[in-house]
């Protein structure tokens, strides 16, 4: 099946911890994308990488970090430098027709 | 984000009856694009527009972008219990990057 693929599919994390979300695309996508959605809200740019290797910070990239090393993975890791990491993360990739699709998501908890 | 802002908030609708999720922003929309999204899930892709005065059907479910390519609507047909969840609309602003509505949470009532 081609898609894109999030893991966990929830995350529990103790404040003061690092966590990396794994994002997985097979649908041959250069760009990808990650955001953050809170209840209520719409989504949120964290983080973007139009190529590999490549990445730009999106509109609430603090506390946060990602890696691009290859086309198929852009994993995003929430570090305790995040204030308020609890939220659902949402990862996204975009065809060459500028449509953008997204993942299941994974939903983060900070006991 | 206040670039884009969405309405209604929620909708709540018999089975059977049309409505309209409006979609606007201040600024020329380079794409529009229309998700859907049930609790807890992803978003799933229904229509992305790019041209002024573009319509687009997908089953029960018309989206148009306007004239001057700051407002879209979409249009939901005869509708079934099935339609129910939130509606995202999404931007592109020329910044290789989307910006979303803060989303239509609709409820059919049968």
């Known amino acids: 099946d081609g898609g894109i693929t999030q893991s966990p599919k929830y995350l529990f994390r103790k404040e003061g911890q690092n966590v990396t979300l794994s994002c997985e695309q097979n649908?041959?996508?250069?760009?990808m994308y990650w955001y953050r959605q809170d209840p209520g809200q719409g989504l949120r740019l964290i983080y973007y990488?139009?190529?590999?290797?490549?990445?730009q910070k999106g509109d609430i990239a603090e506390g946060y970090s990602v890696s691009r090393e290859k086309k198929e993975s852009f994993p995003l890791t929430v570090t305790s430098a995040q204030k308020n990491p609890t939220a659902f993360y949402l990862c996204?990739?975009?065809?060459?027709?500028?449509?953008?699709?997204f993942g299941p998501g994974t939903r983060l908890t900070v006991l | 984000s206040q670039e884009l802002e969405q309405s209604p908030q929620s909708l709540i609708v018999q089975e059977g009856k049309n409505l309209t999720i409006n979609c606007t922003s201040s600024k020329t929309l380079y794409g529009l694009y229309w998700y859907k999204q049930k609790y807890g899930e992803g978003l799933i892709f229904l229509m992305m527009?790019?041209?002024?005065?573009e319509e687009k059907s997908h089953e029960k479910i018309t989206a148009k972008l306007d004239e001057k390519k700051q407002q879209s609507s979409l249009h939901i047909t005869a509708s079934q219990p099935s339609h129910a969840g939130i509606y995202l609309c999404g931007a592109d602003l020329g910044a290789q990057k989307l910006v979303f509505g803060q989303g239509t949470r609709l409820t059919i009532n049968p």
């Open positions: 649908l041959n996508h250069d760009a």
């Open positions: 990488s139009q190529i590999v290797n490549d990445f």
């Open positions: 996204a990739s975009k065809n060459y027709n500028n449509e953008q699709f």
């Open positions: 527009l790019q041209k002024g005065g």
